[in-house]
């Protein structure tokens, strides 16, 4: 069975945030807004400047701060209470993941405004839960994906570059993951009742526009982004991290790039990098481990170079030791995500992988 799912309305532009309540008011007039406090200071009352014109709409705001585990979003679910009928979350993973539990629990509509470029989590119908003691441990499928994601571009353009350089990582592994998900017909993650299917052929073509869309434009889009300056070149990025990459994952999967790149944090400086700058470093791996050709596996190297994507354990904060690489094999092959990839490895083959993509980056680098 082939299954597709996708956001309900998705909207990007300059200054948008600013409108956030008239597009909320589509879905209800009862507005619980759920932002981090980095958000609060950062946009401060604008966020509310529709309000005065909506007859018979009303706000009130949380902030979320913490782990997103169970017993948050219990302590979140009590907070908010019941007198709402439109979730407005804003801000980043976090904040955006608690509010599609929050939102699925209460049955309210779901808006979602992501103040950075940094994850394709935004538009996806999942939410990935942890231990309190902050350690991965849960990946929820929600019956719906966001109602509406509302992307302002200035507030993207406006963060820093690091964010948006670890968005490419991550989108960049939507192609690659994609293929090797409709080589072996693995599941996707359509929430169907319980039951396993796989991708479309739409959600691949979209995987593949992701990928055309950053070798295009990523490296003039970091260096817009640098400038804090909106160019057609990084809305095309923010489009591409955050749209077509957050689509073609959930409807074609992951595999051996985010297996890795969430297993690196089993290591002690492992979450001193991004989400992202570990999958894209993990890219490589990928294509090296379904022995893609070198001459790609080396293009792909110096585009995440020029694009400011970690593409050595150094770049990552890491000095691991063999015995350290092979913690991260055992636990990345302990992933679901693991299954898609057509090749089959063991742990010594995975350390050997994972060492000649630092090798690679590394002689890149000297160029």
Sequence with gaps: MRAWCSVGHYLQGVDVIGR?????????????????????????EGLYDAYPSLDG???????????????SISRLSNEAGGEFDVIVAVGGGKVIDVAKMVAAQSGAALVVCPTIAATDAPTSGMSILYSDEGEMNEIVLHVKNPDLVLVDSKVI???PTRFLSAGIGDALST??????????????????????????AAGRAIARACMETLERDGRAAVKACEQSTVTPALENVIE???LMSGIGFENVGCSLAHGLGNAMTVLPDGEKSMHGERVG??????????????????????????CGVPTTFSELSLAPSDDDLRKVAQAAMQAES??????????AEVVDILKATDALGRRIAQE
């Design 281 to 306: 470093f993990s890219t490589l791996s990928l294509m090296i481990a379904e022995d893609y050709p070198s001459e790609e596996v080396e293009r792909v190297a110096r585009f995440c170079r020029d």
């Design 338 to 347: 693991w299954g898609a990839s057509p090749v089959r490895l063991c742990d």
């Design 20 to 44: 956030v309540g008239r597009y909320a008011s589509m879905f209800g007039k009862n507005h619980l807004f759920l932002v981090d406090s980095f958000v609060c200071q950062m946009l401060g």
């Design 175 to 200: 192609y690659y993951e994609g293929e090797s998900n409709w080589k072996t017909g693995h599941a996707n993650y359509v929430w169907c009742q319980s039951e396993q299917a796989v991708g479309t």
């Design 157 to 159: 353009a406006g963060a």
């Design 240 to 242: 591409a991290n955050i």
């Design 57 to 71: 709409c009303t706000y009130r705001t949380l902030t979320f701060e913490g782990e997103i585990s169970r017993k």
